[in-house]
């Protein structure tokens, strides 16, 4: 029974031998096995016939042994089960089942609850009702066999598995899920979560992926750097995943390729200098050559989704197999009026809303102060990671309304996006935890602090030790500007340098912009953190630009927990005195 229906019977027979007047029963069954079908177990259609008790058993009953020769045309059997494992024949039956037997096996199926079943039968034939020829239901399997069907020793093979495929994967439906891959310098894993959690608000099951961890529905998995191709595979062999948002990254690609032949969308949020100088990757264009391979895995009717403002990220589409879609913070971008023109989909920011454009055809999704990812319009880089989430939903037919709810119901915290512009908010001043690691990353922090109201600034950082000399100066240059006081820690991997090398680059760069600014070298991270938060001032705004991102966050919202003890009074207690 397939999907409840009948799709093929097989009348087994046991073990049996005919004799011929002259073999004994043993020559018998030598004769019997070597027919080419039979084998060991289930290597063959047919398995050999084996002598063993249960057979000796039943000549002696007989008064017969396998020394005995059988009379011409009389049937012997040799074991108790009609098997195929222990010799067994079937001989296919199917077009000679009677209606009622049919009618029978379809409401068993039904009633036991099983789509693919087997059901044992005892009785004479199936060709009138068992109710009446005094046949009887022995059992009925979860897991029956085929190759009584696809390979009957007599009558017609039946194709057994073909509605097995049919009803897991209906002719005309995908038999594969949505993968949408997303790839670029920064903004990778809050694009990957935004987009994960839109994909969730509209029911599916979703897989993702992030330099934080695998999650599966928002249960995180695996811990660590999972954008290679062995955690998408993880994703993708998950029976429970329906959707699939794969963060990719350089390292991943170089190593061992993206982990899926090809994808839905490919979404390139941005190109930065970072990680330059490994593994002959020495150019930004080298770098473009990489990333690009994301987009160009996207399957002919899908969509590379590229930001049109980064020329490094537009001039991928010359590369794509695929459409085309945009974003950009310009709603004037001449790439987009030419792309919108010709009838393409993009998404920009228009007038405080964020947009999407279908051809000529503007449809306004929510304001931008009304998303929390943007921190009230503050957090411009993280527009950049909305745009592109956003318009891959409306490419997937997500509905507005849907997608409205899912940006607004999207809060930063350490909880939706660990490492990513985590706030918390002390009596006397704020702390902030983010994974930013290079110079692009900074200077959209700093982008960000300049509309934050609060002195000091303060930065905990540290330069990368598999960096080049200039992006490590680069970092220290950008964090004299950005920051009133600066402590530099360490990575707790130095990467092939050593300490007072990195801190030295580090102190370079921040001379070079103020030769006063105030300075001091913390290695171990959390004693770093330890010392800005005891020693922070009134007013003062914290950045911990952290490697152990889960460790810092452990170690902020400790503070967090001291300084907001919490215990309920008697008074609180509200009762009532029985008047």
């Known amino acids: 029974m397939i999907n409840y229906k009948l799709v093929a019977a097989a009348k087994r027979t046991p073990a049996a031998v005919i004799g011929d007047g002259k073999s004994t029963i043993q020559e018998l069954i030598d004769i019997v096995n070597s027919d080419p079908r039979r084998g060991y177990g289930h290597e063959k259609v047919l398995t050999s016939i084996k002598v063993d008790e249960t057979t000796l058993g039943i000549l002696e009953e007989k008064n017969l042994t396998l020394d005995s020769v059988i009379e011409s045309g009389v049937t012997v059997y040799l074991k108790s089960t009609a098997n195929l494992s222990t010799g067994g024949t079937a001989t296919d039956i199917t077009d000679l089942v009677h209606p009622y037997n049919i009618s029978m096996a379809e409401r068993i199926a039904k009633i036991v609850g099983l789509d693919i079943c087997g059901i044992d039968i005892m009785a004479p034939d199936l060709t009138s009702p068992i109710n009446e020829n005094g046949g009887a239901i022995l059992e009925v399997n979860a897991a029956p066999g085929f190759r009584m069907h696809i390979a009957p020793t007599e009558g017609l093979p039946r194709n057994v598995a073909e509605p097995v495929i049919d009803m897991l994967f209906p002719p005309g439906t995908s038999a594969r899920i949505p993968i949408i891959a997303v790839t670029g310098t920064n903004g990778k894993t809050t694009t990957t979560r935004l ?34 191709p062995q955690s998408a595979e993880f994703v993708l062999k998950d029976p429970t995943v329906n959707f699939a948002v794969l963060e990719t990254a350089r390292g991943g690609i170089l190593r061992a390729g993206l982990g899926f032949h090809t994808c839905d969308m490919a979404i390139v949020t941005n190109l930065a200098a970072d990680h330059l100088g490994l593994k002959d990757i020495n150019t930004l264009e080298d770098m473009a050559r990489v990333k690009g391979v994301v987009p160009a895995s996207v399957r002919p009717g899908g969509y590379a989704i590229l930001n049109a403002d980064d020329d490094h990220v537009f001039s991928m589409k010359s590369e794509i197999q695929c459409k085309l879609a945009l974003f950009s913070l310009d709603a004037n971008n001449p790439r987009i009026i030419k792309h919108c023109n010709a009838g393409g989909f993009a998404a920009i920011v228009e007038e405080g ?23 009230s319009g503050k957090a411009v880089f993280n527009i950049y990671n909305i745009l592109p989430a956003v318009l891959a939903g409306f490419i997937q037919g997500f509905k507005i309304e849907d997608m409205r709810l899912a940006l607004e119901t999207f809060i930063p915290s350490p909880t939706q996006t660990p490492g990513r512009m985590n706030m918390f908010q002390f009596k006397n001043f704020q702390v902030m935890v983010d994974y930013a690691h290079n110079t692009a990353g900074f200077m959209a922090i700093s982008r960000f602090l300049e509309k934050v109201e609060a002195k000091p600034k303060v ?31 360490q990575d707790k991997n130095l990467r092939g340098r050593s300490e007072d090398e990195i801190i030295n680059l580090m102190l370079d760069g921040i001379k070079t912009i103020d030769s006063n600014k105030l300075v001091k070298v913390i290695p171990t991270e959390s004693e770093a953190i330890d010392y800005a938060m005891k020693n922070a001032k009134k007013g003062s705004f914290i950045v911990i630009c952290s490697d152990v991102v889960p460790n810092a966050l452990e170690q902020v919202m400790k503070f967090k927990e001291e300084e907001d003890s919490f215990q309920l009074q008697p008074s609180d207690i509200q009762t009532t005195n029985g008047e």
Request: charged share 20%.
């Open 195 to 228: 987009l994960a959690h839109i994909v969730k608000t509209m029911g599916y099951k979703v897989g993702f992926t992030t330099t934080d961890g695998i999650y599966i529905q928002n249960r995180l998995l695996q811990s660590g750097d999972c954008t290679g």
């Open 353 to 375: 809303y964020v947009t999407i454009c279908k051809g000529n055809w503007k449809i306004r999704v929510d304001k931008v102060i009304n998303i929390p990812l943007t921190f």
């Open 459 to 489: 930065g905990i950082i540290a330069g990368v030790g598999d960096r080049r000399d200039e992006d490590i100066v680069a970092l220290g240059k950008v964090a004299a500007q950005m920051f009133d006081q600066i402590i530099i820690r």
